[in-house]
């Protein structure tokens, strides 16, 4: 059983490692404190995990409110509104 502890922290050594050198400086200061993977992945996931969901409601957002307006060409604006509705698939 000492055997598998040692072996179950080693990985965990490794994993939090691997995480923390993904992260830039300034994070990795704020960060590096967490005391065991799990810990700093979800400190990590609680901070940043909803970034793909807030920038998704932004671009439903411009969606709703897209307008055609007399100061840009037909063709620019065509080309804006299909690049939304491409970032929206």
């Known amino acids: 059983e000492n055997i598998s502890t040692q072996i179950e922290l080693d990985k965990d050594y490794f994993c939090r490692g691997h ?7 300034n994070l990795y200061d704020t960060f590096y404190t967490a005391k065991i993977a799990r ?3 979800e400190v990590l ?7 793909d969901e807030s920038l998704h409601n932004f671009i439903i957002i411009k969606y709703i409110d897209f307008k055609m307006t007399n100061n840009k060409s037909v063709v620019e604006q065509a ?3 299909r690049v939304l509705i491409h970032e929206l698939n």
Do not use: A, Q
């Open 79 to 81: 080309h804006l509104f």
């Open 19 to 25: 995480i923390l050198s993904t992260l830039s400086s």
């Open 45 to 51: 996931e609680k901070k940043y995990g909803n970034e």
């Open 39 to 41: 810990e700093l992945w």
